[in-house]
């Protein structure tokens, strides 16, 4: 193996949980980080550059088994946080990891049993209705009016998940799908920054993808007879206002919303970015105008990424 390769993925491995500060799903979140950064940096091939970020994205599970670069990377990690402080409480497959790296590296006497054991916690998401939580939140921000700006405290944690340094001017005018975002994960929807086989969600397209995907089944196209709940997220068709692009542009898809209720014609949403003004508000669509579909999100939905192969995308039934 190539010692440089291990000690990339080795370095690199957490980052994105230095960067945000956010630890759910870091591993996934860390191989989508790094990908344009090595991709960028133009100094590793394609492979190595794949077995690099194979390797960040597995290295949370550490329950199955993958590549040797990826292997390498777990064992160093539990390694390294054994080492780090003897008084942290251990993971049942870390255990397992520790014991057989000792064995390995003849450090025969350590031994794994006189730490503890992962205690289990007993709080359970079961009855939690993250729709319903997802419409509350959506509603609350919404009613804040959160402007797109650097100095909106507000806008600042929307934007937080996305950690490339010029994200504020890019999103600026952009940021209706960050917001859906925020607003699932602070309901308990904890989704990666993007999904192994579609775009990011930090756009409307990447919801799309993700929603429509066989293994979620989560999008509903519009039709005549189709009533949104609360909690669905509402998918737009060329709803940006014409001052805003060419002329004869038909855009597909480009503006995202979360129902808050619907009724006599017309829904009531909270948006992001409504109508490009760069502003977060309840607004209200009339039924069927401009609306492409809806994305209900299942209450128990769970990201499956451990059912991924990074370097193929293959989702494992
Ligand atoms: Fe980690």
């Given at each position: ?145 959160i402007v797109g700006e650097e100095y909106d405290e507000d806008y600042n944690k929307i934007v937080k998940y996305w950690p490339e340094v010029n994200c504020h001017e890019e999103l600026k005018y952009s940021w209706?799908?960050a ?23 930090v ?70 970015n409504?109508?490009?003004?760069n ?39």
């Amino acid at each position: 193996m190539n010692p440089e390769i291990a000690a990339v993925t080795g370095m690199l491995h957490d980052l994105y949980y230095y960067r945000t500060g956010i630890g759910d799903n870091h591993a996934h979140n860390g191989a989508e980080y790094a990908r344009p950064m090595l991709r960028d940096l133009e100094i590793f091939t394609e492979q190595e550059q794949k077995l690099i970020l194979s390797a960040i994205f597995h290295h949370s599970d550490k329950k199955n088994i993958h590549g040797e670069y990826d292997e390498l990377l777990k064992d160093a990690d539990v390694m390294q946080h054994f080492l780090y402080n003897t008084k942290f409480d251990i993971y049942e497959n870390d255990a397992k990891r520790l014991k057989n790296l000792f064995h390995e590296f003849n450090l025969n006497n350590l031994s794994v049993y006189d730490f503890n054991f992962e205690k289990k916690n007993g709080f359970t998401a079961k009855g939690i209705n993250k729709r319903q939580a997802l419409a509350k939140i959506a509603e609350t921000l919404a009613k804040r009016e959160i402007v797109g700006e650097e100095y909106d405290e507000d806008y600042n944690k929307i934007v937080k998940y996305w950690p490339e340094v010029n994200c504020h001017e890019e999103l600026k005018y952009s940021w209706c799908a960050a917001f859906i975002y925020h607003c699932c994960f602070e309901a308990g929807f904890k989704l990666p920054i993007r999904h192994p086989n579609s775009d990011r969600y930090v756009g409307v397209l990447g919801w799309f993808q993700w929603a429509s995907l066989p293994e979620v089944g989560f999008y509903i196209e519009d039709s005549e007879d189709f009533v949104p709940e609360r909690g669905d997220i509402i998918v737009y068709n060329n709803i940006i206002p014409k001052e805003y692009k060419q002329a004869n542009d038909i855009l597909p898809r480009d503006h995202i919303g979360i129902v808050l209720s619907s009724d006599k014609g017309t829904y009531t949403v909270a948006e992001g970015n409504v109508d490009n003004q760069n502003k977060a508000g309840v607004v209200t669509r009339k039924l069927h105008e401009n609306v492409d579909g809806f994305i209900r999100i299942c209450n128990d939905y769970e990201y499956m990424g451990w059912k991924y192969d990074y370097k193929t995308g293959v989702y494992k039934e």
